[in-house]
């Protein structure tokens, strides 16, 4: 599975997570990849450049705008704040962090909407090549946030500081164990290729000799550049030749200019129902089905999201599986992907006083003739009744009056159902999959 995007809907819903006892905490704690500021100011730069190279020397981390101190709440940021953000100058960001510190850091920047309130955050990724040092000095007058050149800055549970002995030894460490695997991978390649049919492109001067027409060099820098086979050079007289198009940025330098500071929406369970039953047609719908994935019940309309995605089911399953997650959610899941549906039911001819409001609201479906006044469904047992009675509807019907069934169960679910647990929610889950199976499942 690819590596999961750092800034994805899903990844930052995910950092969101309400406490348990309060909904207006935040769940989780600063960390080793998290930071919390309640405000964003320009004028805090020194403290961000701190953060972001203790982040960059230990595993990348986030820093989130607009959550208060002590106790972490969801504060959002404010005009003033969420303008400075919006207009972050991604270019001048850049090279003011470059000034400070070297090798380069690669960070990226999003807004966040979560609850009706906006968010700042910004993403280090952690570095290729550590350490990260502190390359000029800047002087604060708190001193706390003031930089030393020489500096090398560690990010520690939840607070970032000069790096201890037993951490810098571990650093270097680990970078000779990825130069032995440089080293090895080198070797094992070449002796795939063959000693005689293999060059070597020097990176540091530019300069390489192509004996026959093979080169071997990093990965990372093959996905970079794009070779085209030309045939031959005239003036080498027919010699095999690749030619290199596009170039090799300095890591020093910038790669283009951010006119604008990425949007992004919190995907809650709730949205997955809401865009569903709206038709709202989603930017991000893998996004969507990862949170599905996530959520308590495999009863989700996963097949809308398919369908905006383009991918085809067998793709969609090999994405679940390669999760690696062994949840009832994904066993569910893929016994849906796999042909499980939740068909049309018959209504029983008996008299109870179940069946009697069974057919009364199934009738009431079929007719068109359930309004948004819903008082009549304040009851648990009329609730379910009435979403037992939609399971009698057929294909056909469902098929021509989609737009009406879709606005009267986003009404009950959002007045009446939005909260509900046990059976229930079981039967409005149902109900969904199968308005989803009908209406986007291709048999």
């Not at 400075?84 to 100058?89: G, P, S, T, V």
């Not at 800055?153 to 201890?164: D, E, P």
């Not at 198009?245 to 300095?250: R, W």
């Not at 949007?263 to 996004?287: H, N, T």
Request: proline share 2%; net charge neutral; hydrophobic share 35%.
């Amino acid at each position: 599975m690819e590596v999961e995007n750092p800034l994805s809907e899903f990844k930052i819903t995910k950092l969101f997570t309400p406490s348990k006892n309060n909904e207006n905490y935040i769940k989780a704690r600063e960390s080793t990849t998290i930071e919390y500021k309640e405000s964003y100011n320009h004028g805090s730069m020194a403290q961000y450049f701190k953060t972001m190279a203790a982040f960059a020397n230990t595993d990348g981390g986030y820093i989130i705008f607009g959550i208060t101190d002590s106790p972490r709440t969801f504060k959002g940021l404010s005009d003033k704040g969420k303008h400075q953000f919006e207009n972050i100058k991604i270019e001048e960001f850049t090279n003011n962090l470059n000034e400070y510190f070297q090798p380069s850091i690669k960070w990226a920047n999003v807004i966040f909407e979560y609850r009706d309130k906006t968010y700042g955050i910004i993403y280090t990724y952690p570095l290729d090549n550590k350490p990260c040092i502190c390359s000029k000095m800047y002087d604060d007058r708190g001193k706390k946030n003031s930089l030393e050149e020489g500096d090398i800055y560690y990010r520690y549970r939840g607070r970032s500081q000069k790096i201890k002995y037993a951490e810098l030894q571990m650093i270097f460490d680990e970078n000779k164990e990825k130069e032995a695997k440089k080293w090895i991978k080198l070797i094992e390649n070449t002796a795939k290729i063959g000693i005689s049919n293999a060059s070597l492109l020097n990176l540091s001067n530019g300069e390489f000799q192509l004996d026959n027409s093979t080169i071997v060099m990093d990965k990372a820098l093959v996905d970079s550049i794009n070779f085209v086979k030309e045939g031959s050079f005239v003036e080498n007289g027919g010699t095999p030749a690749l030619k290199l198009m596009g170039s090799i940025k300095d890591i020093r330098t910038f790669d283009g200019i951010v006119v604008t500071t990425p949007k992004l929406k919190a995907i809650e369970p709730s949205d997955i129902i809401i865009e569903f039953l709206r038709s709202s047609a989603v930017d991000s719908p893998i996004e969507f089905i990862k949170v599905i994935m996530n959520c308590n019940s495999g009863f989700q309309p996963i097949y809308y999201y398919i369908k905006q995605s383009e991918r085809d089911i067998d793709w969609i399953k090999k994405f679940i599986n390669d999760s690696g997650k062994d949840t009832q959610t994904i066993t569910l899941l893929i016994s849906r992907l796999n042909g499980r549906l939740e068909k049309k039911q018959e209504l029983k001819s008996n008299e109870s006083e179940a069946n009697y409001f069974k057919r009364r609201y199934f009738n009431c479906f079929k007719d068109k003739k359930i309004t948004n006044d819903l008082s009549e469904f304040l009851e648990e047992k009329h609730q379910i009744w009435l979403l037992q009675s939609f399971m009698y509807l057929d294909d056909m019907k469902i098929i021509e009056n989609e737009a009406y069934y879709k606005s009267i169960l986003l009404e009950l679910y959002e007045k009446l159902l939005k909260n509900k647990r046990g059976n229930v929610a079981t039967c409005f889950r149902k109900a969904i999959c199968r308005l989803d199976e009908v209406l986007f499942f291709n048999k």
